[in-house]
């Protein structure tokens, strides 16, 4: 994973719990290649030391405003000079009404002010110190400012107490640094895609389906949110967890996953059949399981609706973008589904490189021709998707 590579993110530490997880996360940046400077609070340093956060990000800590160390004495403006961002993991209800109010009266609430680079905070608090009027007027004014505020989640808490001040879980202030730094072509777009198998039930038991993982839909699904869209996702059965931020209706067969895609469809700007939509399903599915005998058992199949060809032949049709998951010919197979659906846009790729796998390698197939991707993740595939159709959309947003 280098999604941070060659970014500098720096990190404020500040006095709560939850700076354990600030750990966590510095760790989970470095691993993504990004060069990360710590800059601790006195409080932060009384939950987690300093030797901890250097040992983590491999680089020295900063705690001190007044550190001698920068050639120039001026810590608290040369750490955010050049960040790709400034996360503030754990951000206490004092940090924050610092930073509401532009004080500056340690190293990080200085740094903050006197930084150029986006900034993030993480809030961690107690229930009722996130509920009472002014942290709610201090976040307000935070949001108004353009800060990113992640969280908090709702849980149980260290006081003992349930409820909303939770901090999020290193893993997702991760993907929301992440998605905070990606360009925003589709801002104010709004994204419908299928996703995953569908399941045609034969009995109450048994069923026709396929391994589509769903893997492919919901990375696609996070890098239309995380390139500014508003994304639902219509999913077939699929254990695959649902990124922050993104609507998801869950169906079971072709037929419910049409009735979903055609009410969620009025506004949508772009639509992405990435489903393995069943072609056929069982033309009656028996009410009672189905008893075995020795006598041989035929299946009677009816064909499935096409979801992507029936949106697309809308006159109200939105850019519409298929899948081609083929086992050979896949440039021939593929060129033929866009011609035959009437689509701007096929993602094609053979079975063996994608189905069920952590990674990818798709050729995209547009009036242009053949434009083959390279290889890798199926997020990083999937951003490289998202930003060939920002640029078909709208040639200037790219
Ligand atoms: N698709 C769909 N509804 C279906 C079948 C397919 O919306 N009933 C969509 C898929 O989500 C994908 C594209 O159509 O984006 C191609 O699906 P595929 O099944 O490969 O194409 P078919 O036209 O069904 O061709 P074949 O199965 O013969 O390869």
Known sequence: MTELSGKRIVVGVTGGVAA???????????????????????AGSR??????????????????????RPDNGMAHIELTRGAAACVIAPATADFIAKLAHGLADDLLATLCLARACPLLVAPAMNRQMWENPPTQRNIAQLRADGV??????????????????????????FEEIVAALQPKPLAGRRVLLTAGPTFEALDP??????????????????????????????????EMPTPRGVARVDVVSAL????????ALPGQHIFVGVAAVADYRPAAAAADKI??????????????????AEVAARPDAPFCVGFAAESRDLAAYAEGKRQSKKLPLVVGNLVADGLGGETNAVTLFDAKGAH???PGEKLAVARDIVSHIAAMIDPCTV
């Open 256 to 263: 419910d996953m049409r009735a979903a895609v055609l009410q």
């Open 372 to 374: 083959p991707l390279p």
């Open 291 to 308: 008893k075995k005998s020795a006598a041989p058992l035929t299946l009677q199949l009816a064909a499935n609706p096409d979801i992507l």
């Open 148 to 173: 990113g505020v992640l969280g908090p989640a709702s849980g149980e808490q260290a006081c003992g107490e349930e409820g909303l001040g939770r901090m999020l879980e290193a893993a997702e202030i």
């Open 20 to 42: 354990y997880k600030a750990a966590e996360l510095v760790r989970l940046l470095v691993k993504a290649g990004a060069a990360v400077d710590v800059a601790l609070t006195a």
């Open 205 to 238: 038991v048994r069923g026709i389906t396929n391994s589509s993982s769903g893997r492919m839909g919901f990375a696609l699904a996070r890098a239309f949110r995380d390139a500014g869209a508003d994304v639902t996702v219509v999913a077939g059965p699929t």
């Open 47 to 68: 939950f987690v030391g300093a030797a901890t956060f250097q040992a983590l990000s491999g680089r020295p800590v900063w705690t001190d405003l007044w550190d001698a």
